[in-house]
Each structure stands twice: as C-alpha cells, then as structure tokens.
C-alpha cells in the first residue's frame, strides 16, 4: 500500500518525511553513516527483503541523500555513498538514537559514539546558536512565516 506523499504540504517536517520518513529508510541511512557500501552487506545487515532495500535506495539516491556508482570490483553491481545531504542527516541519526537509549525498552544503550580521532565516547547536545542554553531547557514554540512562494 503507497502512502500519501506531503510533498504540497507547506511544512519542513512533513517534506523532510517525504524523503526519510520510512523507518527502513532511516536504517538504511544508518548503515550508510557507519561505512556500509554494497548492497548485500546492507541486506545482511538489516536483515530488509530485498525488494524493500532495492526501493529505499534508489529513493535515497533520487532525492541525493545517498551516490550510487559501480561497484569496482564487479561492474554489474553498484556501491552507496552517503553525500553531503545525506551527513547532514547526522543530528537526526543522534537524536533519535539518544531517544530510543532513553526511551526504549533496551537495559543498555547498544552502541556509543567515539570521537574517531581520539577514539573517545561522545555526548551530543542540541544548543540553541544565539544563547548557548540546551534545546531541552527552551521553552519552544513557533511562528508560522509568510510565504514566499510564487
């Protein structure tokens, strides 16, 4: 069953799910962050039918979140690479990895982040730019602005 898309709604969220939104894509995206390449070792990985990968990625490649090239060792099939569209997914990734370490019903968190360079663990914060202070101590609300299309 296709869900409907959001694409004329006039809403960040609702056109970023448009491209992410699917939790196999968000997966697959997950893989690609940590060095995933070919298109079996993300299979074997998250253990996705393989209709279902094949879908998720050619949508990841359509909306420039992942390239897509030959594969040097074998010309008939094809390597992934996160772009920078795709990396700029990476405070996403982290959030809601942090959410689910808080949230879900796992005892401990199964994974930490390392700085590579120094192969220490790190902790991300969301800061707001002009005052410092964490997101989670913001009281957010929002203004809705004009638009400026056509």
Excluded at 26 to 51: C, H, K, M, Y
Excluded at 88 to 110: H, N, R
Aim: with cysteine; net charge negative.
């Amino acid at each position: 069953m296709r869900r409907t898309s959001f694409d004329t709604m006039r809403c960040s969220i609702a056109q970023a799910l448009d491209v992410v939104g699917d939790p196999w894509t968000l997966l697959v995206v997950r893989e690609a962050f940590f060095g995933t390449t070919r298109f079996d070792d993300f299979q074997r990985n998250l253990s996705i039918p393989r209709a279902t990968l094949s879908s998720r990625l050619s949508s990841l490649v359509e909306h420039g979140v992942l390239d897509r090239s030959d594969d040097p060792d074998d010309r008939r099939r094809h390597t992934y690479t996160i772009t920078t569209k795709g990396r700029a997914l990476d405070s996403v990734m982290v959030a809601l990895l942090q959410w689910g370490d808080a949230w879900s019903d796992i005892t401990e968190p199964p994974v930490t982040l390392l700085d590579l360079d120094s192969d220490q663990p790190i902790e991300p914060i969301y800061v707001d730019a002009r005052s410092g202070t964490p997101l989670g101590e913001l009281r957010i609300g929002r203004r809705i602005n004009p638009t400026t299309d056509g």
